[in-house]
T-cell receptor, first 118, second 112 residues
Framework: GAVVSQHPSRVICKSGTSVKIECRSL??????MFWYRQFPKQSLMLMAT?????????EQGVEKDKFLINHASLTLSTLTVTSAHPEDSSFYIC??????????????FGAGTRLSVL | ELKVEQNPLFLSMQEGKNYTIYCNYS?????LYWYRQDPGKSLESLFV?????AVKQEGRLMASLDTKARLSTLHITAAVHDLSATYFC????????????FGKGTKLTVNP
């Protein structure tokens, strides 16, 4: 199956700093990637859809200026949590949709990044 | 707005027993996905159901989709400890947005 690599797997940072998370599709080109957030023992909530070469589409309630998404190439999307605060601590997961599936929407998920803001 | 409800949210069962997890969704969709998540890990794709009446089986797990009832089931047969994990269903929002809406997940614990 398709492989999506996410880095780093874990990051601990001080309040007020910015953190960048990378999501790469290793063996396919992904025009669309997705960023999710998962709080402990809860489901995944879609934060934004990342489109290669254009602006990301954010879900309602997600602050665009706080969660910066860049999808500069067909294999890389980045999520930057700016001026992180303790309430931003969460598990962030990216996924990529494999192209050429027709009506299917099979998404492959990265391993996730656990962010802890002190 | 598409809503996805799973039940039960927690399931504790004995090895060797059978059980079913249910996934209901609120609007028309004919694409439903089941994922498994182990603690601290990301999601592993289990099943992709793309039409009414679709049935997929892998080992002790079998998933089905009834688009008219807006219901999918994940049936566990003769559970073993290795199946302990959290299982999520996700429904595709139609109209080309490609977004998935996830249920809250069912945490399954299989006891020896």
């Amino acid at each position: 199956g398709a492989v999506v690599s996410q880095h780093p797997s874990r990051v601990i940072c001080k309040s007020g700093t910015s953190v960048k998370i990378e999501c790469r599709s290793l063996d396919f080109q992904a025009t669309t990637m997705f960023w999710y957030r998962q709080f402990p023992k809860q489901s995944l909530m879609l934060m934004a859809t990342s489109n290669e070469g254009s602006k990301a589409t954010y879900e309602q309630g997600v602050e665009k200026d706080k969660f910066l998404i860049n999808h500069a190439s067909l294999t890389l999307s980045t999520l930057t949590v700016t001026s992180a605060h303790p309430e931003d601590s969460s598990f962030y997961i990216c996924s990529a949709r494999v192209p050429g599936q027709g009506t299917k929407n099979i998404q492959y998920f990265g391993a996730g990044t656990r962010l802890s803001v002190l | 707005e598409l809503k996805v409800e799973q039940n039960p949210l927690f399931l504790s069962m004995q090895e060797g027993k059978n059980y079913t997890i249910y996934c209901n969704y609120s609007t028309t969709s004919d694409r439903l996905y089941w994922y498994r998540q182990d603690p601290g890990k990301s999601l592993e794709s289990l099943f992709v159901l793309l039409s009414n009446g679709a049935v997929k089986q892998e080992g002790r797990l079998m998933a089905s989709l009834d688009t008219k009832a807006r219901l999918s089931t994940l049936h566990i047969t003769a559970a073993v400890h290795d199946l302990s994990a959290t299982y999520f269903c996700a429904v595709d929002t139609q109209g080309g947005s490609e977004k998935l809406v996830f249920g809250k997940g069912t945490k399954l614990t299989v006891n020896p």
